[in-house]
């Protein structure tokens, strides 16, 4: 970088949103960009110091001692600490941080400096940046740290706030050595509650492991802090609570609880946002409010509150307490001097937020205007201060400032180009406004010579606006680019009389950040706004625009228009290039697609994107990128540059940046910083002709344009405030639409699709509209014709359409809108299709999930059986299929159980035992077996042999096994839950197939009822069980045909399939209809070869065949005797048809009681079966009961591990601890006992200075040495005296303490100034010569040195003692501490013991053969454990009972008798006692008769004696008379004077009376209205108060009579527990051995 030159900075505006700091009593620091601004509270000047870093971190500053110190942001990042008001560098701290510091914080008392860091580290160190070394430091210890604080009276403690905890570091200091100590402050719950402590006495191992395990709850969520003078803390909760914290007890107090009733109802809503204390109490920023707050105790007032405008984030006072500073993150800084005036003043405003641009007006004051992202408009004057303002309340995206008049340009996002008049710089003014896009303005160029306004969209299209105001920026025209714009840049050629404009495009093939494609417009100078320089569109024509397109060989980003040259910057090669345009040859055809080459290639900015920006005299080019530096060139030779960095990088660097009309002056705004800077360029050297250049240039513009400029900017004043009036000559045209003939609904489609334009049309669209108006105008006749002929077209195509809809068979006319709406609606129907099939996709999918959990898995599966004639119902056990796992344990553990049965065999084998022993035995163990076991499982025959027995359940393997033998299941079918379930679903399974049987049997019988009732011709409805789905669960897996509702879908295959099944039944049916021998066998014997006896009832003799053609007169005598056979057989029929009728009545009545049989006794055995289930579910859940004891056993067993395992890790640290403290204490003692040697040398020393002081002035005389000695012991005074000059100020909480820890590092400076004062020689002795005077001189300061020396010796000594006995402490602690641990671990071990001795039987016994307590068993405290005794046990316990009985009724009569004495020899000893009392009060009388002490005294003296005490008497009185009539003469006229003011103070009130007098009747009047009002008001509340009191006492009344009720009740309820409770007697356990 070779530099022609220099920026410096000029001014800088802007607000960081940060913390504001005092750096001394009149000046407050804040962060703007990358810069420090200073702001002079009295003369509101404002400095910057640039950081000398890369950005500003954190900011911290001390008042008192004018210190400031501020983070960097890059990696490995460094603190700056400097002074002020010099801006002198004290120190660099390096090495405290490795991405960045959260927060730093100057001691108030020395030169220590505290920070913290982010991630990864999180340290918290604290530094002496005088030497700039690291005192000490915690990682890991600010995860959350927001802000530290140190402690104002003593620098050793400093305070770390955090996003959702408070902890006090106190740091432990020996001589050089610092130690940090945390103190984590517990705070309360939200409801202002604390939760208990433990006692710290009782160090067991629930205490031990409540510590280790405490569970996080809701705590308060701390938000401000301050220290107070008591070096208490102050802390504010989000929630609204103020707690006020002691570190050194760790106790925390509720100020102010906004749940409360009691609380101040100003501060129930409240949020604590900043603290700051103050000797009457403390001034607190809420939300809406700042309030001052008077603490005394517990009590806490509100003493004034400040309402601002915008809310106040920061509040603190000055370093000397005399001003109170408000600040806000909108901006704002107010003072406050309460000592002189309530009156909040403000005195800095700066608008937060983004700027968007900034650019100069063109005149000489250099008068800048800016924009911010929420559209406020600003201008600055040329020191930086803010002139005025103007909200546009919309978001803008550009600006540009017009050169011939005093008026600016902005874009907007809505895409309209705002014009602000600008001439009246204390009220800018909107005076018009165009629309031209419906999307944001992007670019908005003037030419230099201001004759245009180029502006540029999204939308590809610029437009080309008149700049002059004469021409009421009208729009001239428009042409459209071939793609997004990207950059715009205009140059106005006063030789050719044209004005050219660059654009840099984006095409479809280039991304939206850079493009290669480059579009030269060229412009005449004048006549463009003829009629044949746009077409009717407004589209500028080609004869007047000249359009030129060129290609780069890389993508720009930004580019820049020179006169014959253009700059351009590359991103993705980081350079910056300059393009020669060819010659400009009239030919449009040579210019249209040339490449351009760069002839000069430099390198750009580290970080990029670039933007551009060239000077007016275009010598100079300014550059500015992400990294946020600022580059001026010369454009004459590029690889020169001189750069400032003006912006941080971290923020995004530099937006843009725009040259003065002279070139010397530049602005640059930041993208994210929220920063405006204003540098100067200062060229050196030879380079110094350029800036002459520059000035020259600058002038010979405003000569030109200064006749333009006389002429358009009184035009512009005129114009009136946009809105108000509409200036002349504008019209906004209006938009109409046509009409519109609604003939169908499709006739109504078609006219929907020509959409009217946005209620607010653009200067294209209102264009547009006014060119439709004109045709619409002009062709209207024409127009109207077209629509009468085409509304007879649509009658006849409605007529035709009405016609072929009543036709069978109708044609359509539209066969495209046909087709179109079938490719619709086969559109919809698959993707219906595809919902419906993913749909049952999913549901298949959920059925295979559920299936295969719920069924397929299941060995057995859930199933009842229900009874015939009840509603009884048992369900069986469902089992699933056990797992490899189960099969494995459950081996492993039958093994080792056959083990240790074998080897139990042979170790205690059994003596014989005759049969009747045996026979004893057995019956024993038959009667234990129910009652110890604690199951009824083994009486059901499912007890398992390899199950251990309860009372030898010792170890936790013993009881896991017998929970794997009790519960899992295998295949040898051992356990016993799995035994018992397997076998009644064994009994389960056989009774549901004997119903399966029955089922069928009823079936079959119903059949054959049917039959004889068809036989009988009977019809009746028979009763036919049948499987419910819970006894069939198989049947919902299966889905019926009748069960679907809808109908069948088939595809083409499926139907084919369905056809062919068809055809082939038919076939079939076909060929059996075809079979001969059937159908003879039918005609000949209906079908069979014999005849049956059933078809008895269907047989019948036919009647001869006279009977029907003969009267019986003319039969014959054959024909008689047939007859009579006939009527035989017909007879013998009958009689055989009535036997066969009832044989079928009484089958039916068999077959029915058969059925009603059968399905009672299945009743029977189901019912049975219902029993035996009931006992299996008793069984299995003494068995599950059991499980859960062992269970618990064994996570209690699991838990003390745990808990076990905890302890040794604790007392493993905890003796690491021990054993590292005590080297650490064992080196300190040994440098405490080196220091005292050091010390007992130096005071040895000090004292052998004073002894030898006469020995070395022993020629001088001994009045002199006299002298000499006493002025060699004085000592001067001064922090005495500048104590009593300091304690002027009353409103600093800290000053008396702050005053001696001030001075306390440079007490010996001090006392050295003072010492050379007393070494002048006007204190010179008289007779005492100068060379004595200087030994004399030398001897002292020797001796004050020393006496010096030994002070520090002492304080370090002492320091060190103190640590060492800290250190001693935490030794002796930590050794507590393990033998805590040891004694809990001890403790656990005894438990486990127990536990493993104590093991939980569970006993079956009958009711009544026990009784207990009717406690809760789930309680903590119920008494749930039992010890079991034989009987004889408890009737020799009765024996004894009886006995002790009687001997205490023989005792307790003694014990009366002799109670009766003593109460008798009470009674005397009672009276005696009163008698000697009222013998001592008669002696005490008599001793009380004494002389006075003058009695007494004058008893003793003599005559003469008492006259001379007399007489001093009478002397003493004389002269407190004469002292007491001058203090009367003083109070007299103290009192004239007060009465001569209370006159005047009378003669005020008097005339301030007369005036009150004048408005008492007003007064009254008022006075008397409001008592009416108030009493009629009165009245009513009465009434309402007597109703509600005696409503009360009705319900107090009630409840009473309740009360007596319930307590009634209760006391019946106690006299029957009395009762029942003396009746009680001990538990019956006989059965039990032991």
Known sequence: MNEFGSLELRWIQGFGNKNTEFVENKTVCYTCGNHICFLNLETRTQNAFPSPGRGIGALTANGNSGIFAFSEEKLSPSIYVYSFPELQLKNELKGGAQLDYTSLALSHGGPYLGSCSSLPDHIITVWNWENAEPLCSQPQAGQDVVSLAFNPMNWLQLCSLGTASLTVWNIAKSDSLHVLQPSTIKLPAPGGTFSESQAPSSQNVSNIMAKLHQSTRARLTPSAICWTATSKLYVGCAEGFLLLVDPESHSVSVLSNPTSAESIPELRRNSFQRLTPNNNGLIAVGKESVVHLQIKGSQINIAQTWKLERPVTTVMYSPDYKTLLFSSNTGQIYVLNPAQSDRIVKIFDVLSGNFVTATLLHNDKNICVSLKESGELQLWSSDGICISSLSLQVEVTCLACCPVAHYAAVGTTTGKVLFIDLNQEQRPRLVHEVLLYHSAVDHLVFDHDGHYLFTGG???????????????????????????????????????????????????????????????????????????????????????????????????????????????????SKTLQRFVLPEDKGDLSDQQGVELKPVQEVRGHPLGPASLALSPHRLWLASVGRDGLLRIRQTASMERYIELQCHSCRFGGVRNVSFSTDGCTLLTVGLKDGSLVCTNIRVKGGDVSKMNEATQYSKSTAYFLKNIFDTENPILINFPVWGQVSPVGTETPEVSGGPSVNVTERDRDDNNLLRAPPSQPTWLESRREGLLKEDQEKYSEMKKNLMETIKELRDSIQEMIRDSENQPEHFN?????????????????????????????????????????????????????????????????PLKEQTAKELEDLCRVQNMRKLEKAACSLGNL????????????????DAETATVTGSISAQLGYSNPYVYDQFSLKTIEQRINQIVLLQVGTCFKKDVIYRVKTAFNADFEALHKQKMKELKRVRDRNKHIREIMLQLDMHEELWEPSLTNSEWPERLLAVEVSEIRAERYLTAEQKEEEERRKLEEERRLAAQADDSRERALDDMMDGVLEVKKEDILKMEIPLPEFVLTKPDIQWSEEEKKVFKEYEKKAKELSEEKEKYKKLLEIEIKKLHQSTK?????????????????????????????????????????????????????????????????????????????????????VVLEDKSLDKDFRRAFSDLPSHMVDCLYKMFKRRPRAQKMRAQMDNSNNSDPFKENRLCGSQAPDAFSQMLRAMDELDAPANIPEGLSTVAWEKFCHVRRTKVESEQKVKTKALTLAEMQAFLQKKRNEDKAAQEEIKNLSKALESLHRRRTDLLMDTMVQIILKQGQVEVTTTDPTADNADTDFILYHRSVVDNLRNVIRTLAEQKITSMVACKDVRKGMIQLEWENKVMRKQIEDLYDKEKNIKMLQLSEEQQKMTHRSKSDQESHTSKQISSLEKSIALMETTHKKSVQQRLRKIEQLNKRAAAKTKKSADLEQQLPEMHVTVSELRHICEAAAMAENEAAAQEERYQEIVKRSKLKELARAQAENLAFLGAEVERLTMKNFPSLDQLKH
């Open 910 to 925: 059994k003596k014989d035992l005759s049969a009747q022993e045996e026979e004893e035995e057995k019956k024993v163990q």
């Open 1157 to 1241: 049989e059968a399905t009672e006794r299945f009743d029977e055995n189901l019912a049975k079966l219902l029993e035996k289930k009931v006992n299996c579910t008793v069984a299995i859940y003494q068995e599950e009961l059991k499980i859960t004891y062992l269970v618990e056993s064994v996570l209690r067993e699991e838990e003390m591990r745990s808990q076990e395992q905890e302890l040794k890790l604790q007392l493993e640290k905890m003796l690491a601890y021990k054993d590292e403290t005590e080297e650490r204490l064992k080196k300190l003692e040994d440098e405490v006992e080196l220091l005292q040697e050091t010390y007992d040398n």
């Open 458 to 572: 999204s939308d590809s299209h610029i437009y080309v606006l008149e700049a002059r105001p004469s021409k009421m920026f009208s729009v001239i025209g428009y042409t459209v680019l071939s793609g997004c714009i990207l950059s715009l840049s205009a140059q106005c050629n006063r030789d050719m009389n044209k004005v050219k404009v660059l654009a840099l495009c984006a095409g479809e093939e280039d991304r939206k950040k850079d493009s290669s494609l480059l579009t030269l417009l060229s412009l005449p100078t004048q006549n463009l706004g003829g009629p044949d320089s746009i077409d009717r569109h407004g589209c500028l024509s080609s004869h007047v625009l000249k359009v030129f397109t060129f290609t780069v060989p890389r993508p720009l980003t930004s580019c820049v228009l020179g006169l014959s040259e253009i700059f351009a910057y590359c991103h993705r």
């Open 813 to 877: 006319l539209d066969v495209e809108e046909e087709r179109r709406l079938e490719a619709m609606v086969e559109q919809e129907v698959t993707r219906v299709r595809t919902e419906i099939e993913w749909d049952i996709v999913e549901k298949c999918y959920f059925r295979d999930v559920l299936k295969r959990e719920c069924w397929d898995t299941m060995k057995v599966i859930s199933r009842t059986i229900n009874a015939f004639h009840s509603d009884l119902e048992v369900l069986n056990y």
